[in-house]
């Protein structure tokens, strides 16, 4: 979805629409996981709140890290592959429609733009209202209790207009974050969530930065670290509760976020210098003072640690009550002055500059559950008669019994290998069937996802899976082999021709294979010399940039062809993994003879030569750079790895000629 729906439509239709949230999930993701698929019935929200991914949605490949947000349209399926920290992600699925009577003026925005179904996807730039948001919707979506169900629904429509606002005001990813605006961005986070319990690695969280970082910022701006503010803020706020109510202490302490009484006034005290019942007694005795015109010392609370406050009405001006000026200023004026304000800073910023105080009780993290498919059963008098002779393949799973010749099969991720071994299936995933290397080739097959319904309508006699995850699903259905997917391409093509009867076809395509990958190999190496260094890059001009090496978008150039990889990237990726994420600034530290740079080639191209960074590298400068379509390289089937080994040497040549 582009911008040309402006953000007050964007918000009407949201406005008018009636929303049911049909499913929310919280998932963690292993470092490394390759090939883990999230499926999309409805609409809906896939959220990253740490780690990375190679993610493949809607023919796109993207590499998001820390906290990216995808609105994804119904039936979209997701494909993921976790990076050196793993993954944390979210999902919130929902329904919507317009209301009965909503205006006609509305409803023709929706037939030029509908945000219900549209594809998009940002960066927050302020993450810590939308983190918080979601793990308080998942918490009411786990109680599935009648009161919860319409709390969520209310904290549905804020976070949609969180999103919103967020999304249409995202800037380019070029542009940084300032020092201050860090700062800001935090100190909003803990004002609306100081009753909550905040440690300082929540907090950086929340930001998408290091615990360290974000208390060198703090201390950048405000001379003292995000703790120390954020106590600062709560007994602030105690001491506005002390003065304006008769609430007990307890419940002062846990509406700041303090659960322990003791702890609560040990705070109050060390902040401003008498106890809380203290400084209570004291209001009290000074506005009976105050109604008698009573000025004198005696009838004043005497507090060491808080200074009297003297500002003007500018907010770009402050002073401290002794004249002297407020050193954090000079700093930076970017921080409201209503946020100083709340948090006790407009006087005393540069003074004390205090100690960090340790953090308050963490408290129980929501549960990270995962949810298995339930698994259709089958009755024990429904078995098939069937006169076909079965087999014993092994497995990952262990030995398992297989037709001799299945001829209704379905798979998940294996689509690709299956069509080289001649054997079309009855069903597979879209993701796989989209690939434009199979391009005429499944006219008829079904697409399945993991929808089991849909699998036991075609009565598949064997499934082949690459999901650990679903197996025990799908073997109540057929008889099914699970294969890692971590062979290389001719492995796993013999493998799968044992099981599927097919090893006589296995190797006549191997054989063939490896005659077309000799021919390209020649004419590729004809042009890049025996020691010219080649390395592959995704994400164009941006702030960063993903680098692969022997897997997923570098197999076919390192892997295949057997061009010469940066000793840089043999160092730093785990051959594992497979890729690694780089800011802009470290590209010449990896930059071979030759790049090859994947990108959306229908929607991006990039003028390399014209950028002030990328000038100045050696390989754009002899034209030795090439864009390939990130979304062709990403297969890793034999038919797909075939193209793209010819699609690089017709790449070559063709420049060679130009």
Known sequence: MDKTLQQHEHLQLWMHAHIRITHMGKMSVPPGAQGVGVAFPTSGFFCISGGSALM????????????????????????????????????????????????????????????????????????????????????????????????????????????????????????????????????????????????????????????????????????????????????????????????????????????????????????????PSAYRRQRVRNNQHEQENVTSEEGRLHIDTLQQRSYTDNNYYYQLADGGSNEMFKHNKMVPASLLLAFGLLIGACGNSGTESPAVNSGNAAPIQTEAAASPGKESGTEKNTQAATRIVSTAKGDVEVPANPERVVTDFYLGYLLALDVKPLGSNKVFMENPYLEGMVDGIVDVSDNLEVILSLDPDLIVTGSADKYEAFSQIAPTVFIENIADVREQTLQLGTILGKEETAEAWLADFEKQLAEAKARVHKIIQEDEIVTVFDGGIMKDNTIYGNAYTGRAFHGELGLNMHENVVRDINPEIGWLRISNELVTEYAGDYIFMAVDTKNESFDYAADPFWSAIEAVRKNRIYEIDGYRFYFSDPISVMGQVRDVANMLESRLAE
């Not at 308080?136 to 109680?143: A, G, T």
């Not at 207009?161 to 961005?185: C, G, K, L, N, R």
Request: glycine share 4%; hydrophobic share 40%.
């Open 56 to 275: 493949l949605l809607n023919n796109r490949i993207y590499s998001p890290h820390h906290m990216h947000i995808f609105h994804v349209p119904r039936g979209s399926w997701v494909e993921l592959n976790a990076g050196v920290d793993g993954l944390e992600y979210s999902t919130v699925l929902y329904e919507a429609e317009l209301a009965k009577h909503t205006p006609s003026a509305v409803k023709d925005k929706l037939k030029t733009c509908n945000p219900f179904v549209a594809a998009y996807h940002f960066a927050p730039p302020h993450p810590g209202m939308l983190y918080a948001l979601l793990t308080q919707m998942y918490e009411l979506w786990l109680e599935q209790q009648p009161s919860a169900g319409l709390r969520l629904k209310g904290l549905a429509y804020q976070w949609i207009s969180h999103v919103v606002e967020q999304y249409h005001t995202w800037q380019d990813p070029m542009q940084p974050i300032s020092p201050a605006q860090q700062v800001t961005m935090a100190m909003e986070y803990m004002l609306e969530h100081y009753a909550n319990s905040l440690t300082l690695e929540s907090l950086a969280a929340a930001m998408q930065l290091s615990p360290g970082h974000l208390s060198n910022r703090f201390k950048q701006i405000l001379n003292r670290g995000p703790i120390d503010c954020l106590i600062r803020l709560r007994m602030e706020k105690a001491r506005k509760l002390l003065e304006e109510t008769m609430l007990p202490l307890r419940s002062i302490a846990s509406s700041v976020g303090y659960q322990d009484v003791y702890y609560f006034s040990k705070a109050f005290k060390k902040q401003f210098g008498c106890s």
